[in-house]
């Protein structure tokens, strides 16, 4: 075998040039593989289109012409954003640029004084990586392409879109004390137009719910104002539109070139906030809090019966638990966050809120879930703060485009647009609340964790623990469940890979360089300079502090990587449908940590194997040379990694028991107790890498206690006429019950959350009449008014005895 491959092996080093694309030596006859017309992505042939050519040097000599970059590379998917197409040699300024995104959508582009390429993004429906292409040609022909990054329109940055000033005013418009003039503003420098046109856009979803007919749409409805200095900001005092534009309840403003007809599709634009567009309604607007011919801002009656609100069950608290720990399932909502001073608007009272990031299956229905300051969740049921479901989530879902699945928009519509009716615009918010009924947390259970670490040590989903230094690439987890597959490169970690079924790839790697991780998509690296969140294909894909990256995958299942000192850690959280699905160096997860070392071929070493045996259990978790998920994208990883053996066996590592673990004194007082701590300072001679995985370590019991499961008894009412106190429903909570002024307390007075998730007492029932505290004062009081007055008589009686016998004195 060997031989065969080195000609191959030699090839690849001959042609390799160094670092950065360019002419191929031997390779630049263009022939019809000579090129990368056309083939952008693939490899094979006599040079590679792939993004791995560059690394290794085979790449075709055009592929800077035909594999597009382009900068910006994102924006929002309301579009209308001017991008430029790099490397890209334009022949006759005159010659139109035709792009074309997702094969569908065309936007003209142009060509600058500087013969630069220009293309203008699309009006989407979607978030994403949409691919797209310029024609050179007029059209016949699309042999160049790229990727566009669409995102959702909250998630791009203020400075990307026209600001409304007041947005508050904007929207409640024409409600007692709000009036008067409007504003906008926007960047002049933005639109390259002396002149320019507001336009009214708005937006509706149509025909019958749940259907094939169901369609999202953007309509331009008619100009603001026209042919207006483009001076960076405009007033106005709204007028209620003509009643045929009535319907549309929901839109943004555009502002755009006045050269452009009103409307003109996808060309260069600043778009607002999309808003409730109350200051273009009529007066009679708030009359009926569900107003609207179809109906769109009802909550929707079906809604209890159409979506379980049970999906995505809330995490049962915050703090510490489970609603920031369990990465693969919740994230952070964006308008109400603990680590950025909890400005929560709709939810007062609340100081963090995350969403199930996926939605549910069927129906595309959100959760968002609230809590107080003292970390626990607020339920519609208690508060109009409380934790709604969604029925679109505001992030949208996969396959997007379609309700209620467009993201943002189909949220703002059935969600955001109700609330305006009912708890803004009109008094009737427990009117929302009951058709928005908060999930309680009692069938919420956290997600189980496996973490690796150091140099490497691996914590099993039921908690065992071993240490495995591999020279290699390993399999931590696969799953036929969901097809999930988690691969790593060690010894010490340098490279994780992740795909479930058939989503993208995405690998974390040390890149060694400023930003000390480098994220790989399909083998190509990706920017994190303007987005730090990307929806990608079968997972959503978030990066903290260019040191964390968090991968939540459609099942449900989440993998952290972050660095921790000279290696990376990995931590991968399972719902419990996973259990007994799992298999590789992360174990067997069924709750019983003594057959997590299990082989392939179902052989079970036992929990007490020494660390020499485990080795062999870890070689034998070598990633197979089909399934590997790793890129292979230098001469360095193609030699030792694609070419040589998964498993280098003539690697042969330190073993714990075999390693006399004397520590220096130095080393014992940072580790204490930490055994891996001590064999990482041990094998390195390093303190700082022994620092490094005793605070990995850390961090993996931390993240591990915020799992352990919290028993929720459940809501309790309060009794009718009467009245609780306490919205705590945690194991050791009490609620405390009262009955209004008339009614008397028939049950307990207080009950109690037991261990076992059930309330020491029901609620009880508050009956009319008037209650034993009244009766025994009454009765009580009417003794004591008799024994007065039988006080007074008797004194009186005295007295008047006295007076005689004065009187009678003398
Ligand atoms: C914005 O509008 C609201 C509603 O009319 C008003 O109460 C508030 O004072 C305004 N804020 C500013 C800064 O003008
Ligand atoms: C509205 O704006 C106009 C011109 O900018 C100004 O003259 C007028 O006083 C403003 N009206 C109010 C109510 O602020
Ligand atoms: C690792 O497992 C062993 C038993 O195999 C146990 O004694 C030890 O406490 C565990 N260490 C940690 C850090 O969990
Ligand atoms: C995997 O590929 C390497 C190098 O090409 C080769 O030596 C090895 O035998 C292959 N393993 C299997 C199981 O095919
Ligand atoms: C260990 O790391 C922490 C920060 O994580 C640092 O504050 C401390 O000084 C380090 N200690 C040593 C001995 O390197
Ligand atoms: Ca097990």
Same mark, same amino acid.
């Given at each position: 075998?060997?031989?065969?491959?080195?000609?191959? $092996?030699?090839?690849?080093?001959?042609?390799?040039?160094?670092?950065?694309?360019?002419?191929?030596?031997?390779?630049?006859?263009?022939?019809?593989?000579?090129?990368?017309?056309?083939?952008?992505?693939?490899?094979?042939?006599?040079?590679?289109?792939?993004?791995?050519?560059?690394?290794?040097?085979?790449?075709?000599? %055009? $592929?800077?012409?035909?594999?597009?970059?382009?900068?910006?590379?994102?924006?929002?998917?309301?579009?209308?954003? %001017?991008?430029?197409?790099?490397?890209?040699?334009?022949?006759?300024?005159?010659?139109?640029?035709?792009?074309?995104?997702?094969?569908?959508?065309?936007?003209?582009?142009?060509?600058?004084?500087?013969?630069?390429?220009?293309?203008?993004?699309?009006?989407?429906?979607?978030?994403?990586?949409?691919? =797209?292409?310029?024609?050179?040609?007029?059209?016949?022909?699309?042999?160049?392409?790229?990727?566009?990054?669409?995102?959702?329109?909250?998630?791009?940055?203020?400075?990307?879109?026209?600001?409304?000033?007041?947005?508050?005013?904007?929207?409640?418009?024409?409600?007692?004390?709000?009036?008067?003039?409007?504003?906008?503003?926007?960047?002049?420098?933005?639109?390259?137009?002396?002149?320019?046109?507001?336009?009214?856009?708005?937006?509706?979803?149509?025909?019958?719910?749940?259907?094939?007919?169901?369609?999202?749409?953007?309509?331009?409805?008619?100009?603001?104002?026209?042919?207006?200095?483009?001076?960076?900001?405009?007033?106005?005092?709204?007028?209620?539109?003509?009643?045929?534009?009535?319907? +549309?309840?929901?839109?943004?403003?555009?502002?755009?070139?006045?050269?452009?007809?009103?409307?003109?599709?996808?060309?260069?634009?600043?778009?607002?906030?999309?808003?409730?567009?109350?200051?273009?309604?009529?007066?009679?607007?708030?009359?009926? !809090?569900?107003?609207?011919?179809?109906?769109?801002?009802?909550?929707?009656?079906?809604?209890?019966?159409?979506?379980?609100?049970?999906?995505?069950?809330?995490?049962?608290?915050?703090?510490?638990?489970?609603?920031?720990?369990?990465?693969?399932? =919740?994230?952070?909502?964006?308008?109400?966050?603990?680590?950025?001073?909890?400005?929560?608007?709709?939810?007062?009272?609340?100081?963090?809120?995350?969403?199930?990031?996926?939605?549910?299956?069927?129906?595309?229905?959100?959760?968002?879930?609230?809590?107080?300051?003292?970390?626990?969740?607020?339920?519609?049921?208690?508060?109009?703060?409380?934790?709604?479901?969604?029925?679109?989530?505001?992030?949208?879902?996969?396959?997007?485009?379609?309700?209620?699945?467009?993201?943002?928009?189909?949220?703002?519509?059935?969600?955001?647009?109700?609330?305006?009716?009912?708890?803004?615009?009109? !008094?009737?918010?427990?009117?929302?609340?009951?058709?928005?009924?908060?999930? %309680?947390?009692?069938?919420?259970?956290?997600?189980?964790?496996?973490?690796?670490?150091?140099?490497?040590?691996?914590?099993? =989903?039921?908690?065992?623990?071993?240490?495995?230094?591999?020279?290699?690439?390993?399999?931590?987890?696969?799953?036929?469940?969901?097809?999930?597959?988690?691969?790593?490169?060690?010894?010490?970690?340098?490279?994780?890979?992740?795909?479930?079924?058939?989503?993208?790839?995405?690998?974390?790697?040390?890149?060694?360089?400023?930003?000390?991780?480098?994220?790989?998509?399909?083998?190509?690296?990706?920017?994190?300079?303007?987005?730090?969140?990307?929806?990608?294909?079968?997972?959503?894909?978030? $990066?903290?502090?260019?040191?964390?990256?968090?991968?939540?995958?459609?099942?449900?299942?989440? $993998?952290?990587?972050?660095?921790?000192?000279?290696?990376?850690?990995?931590?991968?959280?399972?719902?419990?449908? =996973?259990?007994?699905?799992?298999?590789?160096?992360?174990?067997?997860?069924?709750?019983?940590?003594?057959?997590?070392?299990?082989?392939?071929?179902?052989?079970?070493?036992?929990?007490?194997?020494?660390?020499?045996?485990?080795?062999?259990?870890?070689?034998? +978790?070598?990633?197979?040379?089909?399934?590997?998920?790793?890129?292979?994208?230098?001469?360095?990883?193609?030699?030792?990694?694609?070419?040589?053996?998964?498993? %280098? !066996?003539?690697?042969?590592?330190?073993?714990?028991?075999?390693?006399?673990?004397?520590?220096?004194?130095?080393?014992?007082?940072?580790?204490?107790?930490?055994?891996?701590?001590?064999?990482?300072?041990?094998?390195?001679?390093?303190?700082?890498?022994?620092?490094?995985?005793?605070?990995?370590?850390?961090?993996?019991?931390?993240?591990?206690?915020?799992?352990?499961?919290?028993?929720?008894?459940?809501?309790?009412?309060?009794?009718?006429?009467?009245?609780?106190?306490?919205?705590?429903?945690?194991?050791?909570?009490?609620?405390?019950?009262?009955?209004?002024?008339?009614?008397?307390?028939?049950?307990?007075?207080?009950?109690?959350?037991?261990?076992?998730?059930?309330?020491?007492?029901?609620?009880?029932?508050?009956?009319?009449?008037?209650?034993?505290?009244?009766?025994?004062?009454?009765?009580?009081?009417?003794?004591?008014?008799?024994?007065?007055?039988?006080?007074?008589?008797?004194?009186?009686?005295?007295?008047?005895?006295?007076?005689?016998?004065?009187?009678?004195?003398?």
């Amino acid at each position: 075998m060997r031989p065969l491959l080195l000609p191959w $092996v030699l090839l690849l080093l001959a042609a390799a040039p160094g670092p950065g694309p360019g002419p191929v030596a031997g390779l630049s006859s263009p022939g019809a593989q000579g090129t990368c017309s056309s083939r952008c992505g693939e490899r094979g042939g006599l040079c590679s289109c792939h993004p791995t050519c560059a690394g290794l040097g085979d790449c075709c000599p %055009d $592929v800077r012409d035909f594999c597009l970059e382009i900068q910006p590379y994102s924006g929002s998917m309301m579009g209308g954003k %001017d991008f430029l197409v790099q490397h890209l040699k334009w022949p006759s300024p005159s010659d139109p640029v035709i792009c074309r995104f997702k094969e569908s959508v065309q936007t003209l582009g142009h060509v600058d004084s500087s013969g630069r390429v220009h293309c203008v993004s699309p009006l989407l429906y979607e978030t994403g990586r949409i691919p =797209f292409t310029v024609s050179m040609d007029n059209g016949r022909s699309f042999p160049r392409s790229g990727t566009w990054l669409a995102m959702h329109p909250s998630k791009v940055s203020d400075s990307e879109k026209s600001q409304l000033v007041n947005e508050t005013l904007w929207q409640y418009y024409g409600t007692p004390g709000s009036g008067g003039n409007l504003s906008v503003t926007w960047d002049a420098g933005a639109l390259p137009s002396s002149a320019v046109s507001i336009e009214l856009w708005g937006y509706e979803e149509t025909g019958k719910p749940y259907s094939g007919e169901w369609m999202a749409k953007w309509s331009y409805l008619y100009s603001v104002t026209t042919n207006i200095p483009n001076s960076g900001s405009f007033t106005f005092v709204p007028k209620p539109a003509p009643q045929n534009y009535q319907r +549309w309840q929901l839109g943004a403003l555009r502002i755009v070139s006045s050269k452009h007809h009103g409307g003109a599709q996808d060309v260069q634009a600043l778009w607002s906030n999309e808003h409730a567009l109350a200051w273009h309604l009529g007066q009679d607007f708030r009359a009926d !809090p569900w107003p609207g011919p179809a109906g769109s801002a009802r909550p929707g009656r079906s809604w209890r019966t159409s979506c379980p609100t049970s999906w995505r069950s809330c995490p049962t608290a915050l703090h510490p638990g489970p609603a920031r720990a369990d990465s693969g399932r =919740f994230h952070t909502d964006y308008g109400c966050d603990v680590e950025r001073g909890s400005v929560c608007t709709y939810h007062p009272g609340a100081v963090h809120c995350v969403r199930s990031v996926q939605a549910s299956p069927r129906y595309a229905a959100g959760q968002q879930c609230c809590y107080t300051k003292e970390g626990t969740q607020i339920l519609t049921a208690d508060s109009t703060s409380g934790s709604t479901p969604d029925r679109g989530h505001d992030w949208g879902s996969p396959p997007f485009r379609a309700p209620p699945r467009v993201p943002g928009l189909s949220h703002w519509l059935y969600d955001v647009l109700s609330f305006y009716h009912c708890c803004l615009w009109a !008094p009737d918010c427990p009117r929302y609340m009951r058709r928005r009924p908060s999930s %309680d947390c009692t069938s919420y259970r956290p997600p189980r964790l496996a973490s690796a670490f150091g140099d490497p040590h691996f914590v099993t =989903f039921d908690g065992a623990n071993f240490t495995f230094n591999g020279r290699g690439e390993y399999v931590l987890l696969e799953s036929a469940l969901t097809r999930l597959s988690v691969q790593a490169r060690g010894t010490g970690l340098t490279a994780v890979a992740v795909q479930e079924d058939n989503s993208d790839v995405v690998e974390v790697r040390l890149a060694g360089g400023a930003a000390p991780l480098q994220v790989l998509l399909n083998q190509e690296v990706l920017s994190f300079a303007e987005q730090n969140w990307m929806d990608l294909k079968g997972m959503f894909l978030s $990066v903290a502090a260019g040191d964390s990256v968090s991968i939540m995958l459609s099942s449900g299942a989440g $993998v952290e990587v972050s660095v921790q000192g000279p290696f990376l850690s990995v931590a991968v959280l399972l719902p419990e449908k =996973f259990l007994t699905h799992t298999h590789g160096l992360l174990g067997t997860l069924n709750d019983n940590p003594a057959d997590d070392f299990t082989l392939r071929s179902g052989q079970v070493l036992p929990p007490t194997a020494s660390s020499r045996e485990l080795h062999r259990f870890g070689a034998d +978790w070598a990633v197979r040379n089909a399934s590997s998920l790793l890129t292979y994208d230098s001469r360095l990883l193609v030699n030792n990694f694609l070419y040589g053996p998964k498993h %280098d !066996p003539t690697f042969q590592p330190l073993f714990p028991e075999e390693t006399p673990l004397s520590p220096s004194q130095a080393a014992a007082e940072l580790c204490g107790d930490d055994h891996f701590c001590i064999f990482d300072v041990a094998a390195t001679g390093s303190l700082s890498v022994g620092n490094a995985t005793r605070a990995a370590h850390q961090l993996h019991q931390r993240h591990a206690q915020s799992l352990q499961p919290v028993v929720s008894c459940g809501w309790l009412a309060p009794p009718p006429n009467g009245r609780k106190d306490g919205t705590r429903y945690l194991v050791g909570s009490t609620v405390f019950f009262h009955c209004d002024n008339g009614y008397s307390l028939d049950g307990a007075e207080v009950s109690h959350c037991q261990a076992d998730g059930t309330w020491s007492r029901p609620t009880p029932t508050c009956q009319p009449g008037r209650s034993h505290a009244v009766l025994l004062s009454i009765i009580f009081g009417g003794l004591a008014a008799v024994a007065v007055v039988t006080l007074i008589y008797v004194l009186l009686r005295r007295r008047k005895s006295h007076t005689t016998a004065w009187t009678s004195r003398p």
